[in-house]
DNA sequence: TGGGGTTAT
DNA sequence: ATAACCC
């Protein structure tokens, strides 16, 4: 089967197609009440009926979204010349990621660009150490799947997670309605499993396959891009199954074969959760394969990790995870980092966080809210080093700096520079020479503006005092300090 | 090894 | 403030 865009056709994978002869049409109660999910009832098949609690966490499905290569896609779409040749995107000496007509060369993600350009001396490369676009485009993604449901959490730029698993119910009960005549699955199901019709999960994820078929379509349609998904009973299951089939194709994993899935892990810290130190610590353990965790002791590993991490590991291994999708919203934190061989100099450090202010209010303004909280990171250079050590101060940014934020070109460069200055040095002895590979500068403690709501104190307090518009001698006048008050949403 | 992000301690 | 995790 082919699904046609607009620019050409995408491979999907046969549909698997059959009867569902519903067993109830229209009936009872076929109505969800208010605050609850929809009791499905099955009839033939079961001796009991199951309805599911609002807010239940048994019976979610889930879907796992991933952009192919999605820094290249934005690359290309951008400039369309470079769609047929091999492309890698740059930042400083790696190719971060590169499309698939340089994978098929041997390009692989965070190559080095020398061993990148051996492999393949025609490969184009593109700078990618500006993030903007690909930001833009990544929310637009996110924007676009908070259509579907409001329940979507992002994972970096190019992943989210979103609960289907209300929509799922509206349309089994239209089914039902309906007095349905088929559900055909759409994509792979993992493992090549029997789907059976008469177990309402399994009918629920085809359903939620046919959703995620929407999605990628809807990506496609509006924003051009491509990308794999992946649906099932929660969080880690659906991301575990979209990487199954790997460009621009879907999966679906039915409960039955959730072992097979965890258990194709050739290691441990292919589960997501499970980082490097986890790993480290869990090979110290002799612990290598999923099944190694699944079958270690609880009580030594506990005695390893702490309880909390022990159990939560130890629940991955078994493909459970009863994390909620938590909606993202607008982002917690603005920063913005640039990493170089050496710096050394005061000059040079104030030169570049000068730099990385003037980006970060820009994008702050456009954001809209205010950050109360600022944030200096360095990293020394050290041969020895443990590699990634980071080293951060932070400090409140004053109430009378916050105004100025939102008002266009106010000076807020000068006192903001100086703060992080003295972030600095409290990190850097000036007396002792320092070497620096990277600086980064962070608003955090986002809060929105006040809503000037009729009745509010702040509402008359700017009807009878409006902010002057001159910006330049706001500091002779006294001015209403919305922003401090202890009302703010 | 980049340039971002989040949550837990 | 750091350390862990994610991409």
Not at 357 to 373: C, E, F, M, V, W
Request: charged share 25%.
């Amino acid at each position: 089967m082919q699904l046609s865009y607009g620019g050409g056709c995408m491979e999907l994978p046969e549909e698997e197609e059959a009867d569902w002869l519903c067993p109830e049409p229209g009936g009872r109660g076929s109505h969800a009440a208010p605050g609850r999910v929809s009791s499905t009832t099955l009839g033939a098949q079961s001796g009991h009926n199951k309805t599911l609690p609002s807010g239940s966490t048994a019976h979610r499905v889930i879907v796992h979204t991933d952009l192919d290569c999605f820094y290249a896609q934005v690359e290309m779409i951008h400039n369309p010349e470079l769609r047929d040749k091999p492309l890698g995107v740059q930042q400083k000496y790696l190719v971060v990621t590169c499309n698939y007509e340089a994978r098929r060369l041997g390009i692989q993600k965070l190559m080095s660009v020398r061993d990148a350009k051996e492999k393949c001396p025609e490969l184009v490369l593109v700078n990618g150490e500006d993030l903007t676009q690909y930001r833009e485009m990544s929310y637009k993604v996110t924007e676009l799947l908070e259509e579907f449901s409001p329940l979507v959490e992002r994972l970096g730029f190019d992943e989210n997670f979103v609960d289907i698993t209300e929509l799922v119910e509206k349309r089994l009960a239209q089914l039902q309605r309906d007095g349905c005549s088929k559900v055909s699955v759409s994509g792979h199901v993992y493992n090549n499993q029997t789907v059976n019709l008469h177990d309402v999960m399994h009918i629920r994820l085809i359903i939620g396959s046919q959703i995620a078929a929407e999605m990628r379509e809807a990506m496609y349609n509006r924003l051009g891009l491509t990308g794999c998904a992946g649906v099932a009973s929660n969080k880690l299951l659906s991301k575990l199954v979209s990487g199954t089939f790997k460009p621009n194709q879907q999966t679906v994993l039915l409960p039955e074969s959730c072992q097979d899935l965890v258990g194709s892990l050739d290691h441990i810290s292919k589960i997501p959760g499970i980082g490097y130190k986890t790993t480290k610590r869990l090979e110290l353990l002799g612990l290598s394969s999923v099944r190694d965790l699944q079958t270690f002791s609880p009580v030594i590993l506990a005695k390893e990790l702490g309880v909390s991490m022990a159990q939560h590991i130890q629940k991955l291994s078994y493909g459970d995870d009863h994390s909620p999708v938590a909606s993202s919203g607008p982002p917690q934190s603005l920063s913005d980092e640039d990493s170089f061989k050496k710096c050394s100099s005061e000059m040079e450090v104030k030169k570049k966080i000068e730099e990385l202010l003037a980006n970060l209010l820009d994008r702050i303004s456009k954001d809209g809210r205010k950050p109360h909280t600022i944030r200096l990171t360095i990293r020394k250079f050290s041969s020895t080093n443990k590699w990634f050590s980071r080293e951060s101060r932070q400090c409140p940014i004053p109430s009378h700096v916050i105004q100025k934020f939102g008002t266009g070109s106010s000076d807020v460069v000068a006192p903001l520079v100086g703060i992080l200055m003295k972030l600095f040095r409290k990190m850097i002895k000036l007396e002792m020479p320092f070497h620096l590979t990277l600086l980064s500068v962070c608003f955090s403690n986002l809060k929105a503006l006040p809503t000037l709501t009729k009745g509010s104190i702040g509402f008359y307090l700017t009807q009878s005092s409006p902010p002057s518009s001159s910006g330049k001698k706001m500091d002779d006048v006294p001015q209403v300090q919305v922003n401090s008050c202890s009302f703010v949403p």
